[in-house]
């Protein structure tokens, strides 16, 4: 290994997951000022987490429940425009301009006879 770009202060140190109130020791160099007194006894750096594997929703199992209909309604109400038509309104009746059909005894390509 080089010498000179790895971190010096590579401890162990307790993880601590508040959402759950899990703990865990492993080693990282995360800039901490906190201690917390572990399991045997010993006075470790604490990193404190706001998800782990045991409070994460992949992990737990525990999905929650999105409700994409209603945020997708409340964005069309906020941004829409009065004069787009919205689901279950009636379109309005467009007047179509009318179009002469050539007289049948013009001649096709402008030639003349």
């Known amino acids: 290994m080089k010498t000179g770009i790895h971190?010096?202060?590579y401890r162990e140190v307790i993880f601590k997951d508040f959402s759950c109130d899990h703990s865990f020791k492993g080693r990282s160099c995360a800039d901490t000022k906190e201690t917390i007194v572990?399991?045997?006894g010993t006075e470790y750096p604490l990193v404190k987490l706001e998800i782990s594997?045991?409070?994460h929703p992949f992990f737990t199992g525990k999905m929650k429940?999105?409700?994409?209909a209603g945020r997708?309604?409340?964005?069309n109400?906020?941004?829409s425009r009065k004069s787009r038509v919205q689901p279950g309104?009636?379109?309005a009746a467009v007047e179509t301009p009318a179009v002469e059909?050539?007289?049948a005894d013009a001649p096709k390509d402008g030639a003349a006879e």
Do not use: L, Q
Not at 65 to 68: A, E, G, I, R
Not at 72 to 75: N, P, R, T, V, Y
């Open 101 to 103: 059909a050539p007289a």
């Open 53 to 55: 594997n045991m409070s």
């Open 77 to 79: 109400k906020k941004y």
């Open 7 to 9: 971190p010096e202060n």
């Open 72 to 75: 997708i309604e409340k964005f």
């Open 89 to 91: 309104d009636e379109p």
């Open 65 to 68: 429940f999105v409700d994409t």
């Open 38 to 40: 572990w399991e045997d």
